[in-house]
Each structure stands twice: as C-alpha cells, then as structure tokens.
C-alpha cells in the first residue's frame, strides 16, 4: 500500500504586516470601537479590507482597546467601578423601565463575574428576576379570580 500525503488546504503564504500596516491596522480597529460597531462586523470589515484572519483581527482589537484605555488614563479596575455605578444607577433610576432595569442587572452580574454561561442568566437570581416572577404568579392568581 501506498501511503498518501495528508491533504494540505490551499493556504496563501503568511506575510507579515509591516509596522506601519500592523498600525494602520490597530488604528482602523480602534475607530470602529469608538463607533461601536458590533465584533462581529468588525471582524468582517477588517478580513474584506486587509485579508486577515479572524484571530488576527482578535489580536487588532486587543491592541486597540488597550490602547483606547491608555488614552482614558483609567485602569480597567476604574472602568469596571465607573461602569458598576451607572448600571447601579439604572437600576434605581425612577424613570427606568423593566427591560432597562434587566439588561442593567445582566451586565452587573456580568462585570462581577457571576454567569458561568451554564443556565440563562448565568444561574444567578437576581432581584429583577424575582420581580418578574411575582408578577406572573399575581396575573396567574388575578386570572383565576376573574374565571371564579
């Protein structure tokens, strides 16, 4: 028996940027961060304009946001405090509504560490969750008092 080559794909040679592409690069990712353009249309901006991969744009936008931190003089621990205030303050804002107040205690939950990813939401009950839960028990209960 003969034995066979293990088939290859059909990769282009890996070129490595220059400094002033790897830059421009950097530069191009940091713009659409300040635009808050999605991950995902970034990835597929920065493949369609440079050829790059989409573990090479991760590297980009790891670059960029470091950077973009630097600018701000802030350390991410500043960030993370700066942004666990304002999600607090939506929380027990007056004129918040439900839905703000949950996607509010999403990303608390989330900048405290505390989904795992298991079970929506991260396994964690939250008081909002509970509030929702009581309003479904007293529209089930209403509901049954309007039937009697």
């Keep these: 028996m003969e034995e066979q080559e293990p088939k290859k794909k059909d990769r282009k040679p890996y070129v490595k940027p220059t400094v002033e592409e ?3 690069r950097v530069a191009y990712a940091e713009f659409l961060l300040c635009r808050r353009i999605y991950k995902c249309d970034i990835k597929r901006l920065m493949k369609k304009k440079f050829n790059v991969t989409a573990r090479a744009v991760e590297d980009y936008l790891s ?3 470091a950077k973009l931190r630097d600018r ?3 350390t991410r ?4 405090i700066d942004s666990l205030q304002f999600y607090e303050s939506v929380l027990n804002g007056p004129d918040s509504t439900l839905r703000d107040r949950m996607d509010a205690q999403s990303r608390i939950d989330r900048l405290m560490g505390l989904e795992d ?3 929506p939401g991260g396994g964690v009950t939250s008081p909002i969750i509970n509030v929702i839960e009581q309003v479904v028990t007293s529209r089930e209960e209403a509901k049954g008092k309007a039937n009697d």
């Design 77 to 80: 621990a500043e960030h993370q």
């Design 63 to 65: 670059r960029a946001k």
């Design 22 to 24: 790897y830059e421009q």
């Design 72 to 74: 701000s003089g802030k």
């Design 117 to 119: 990813g298991s079970t």
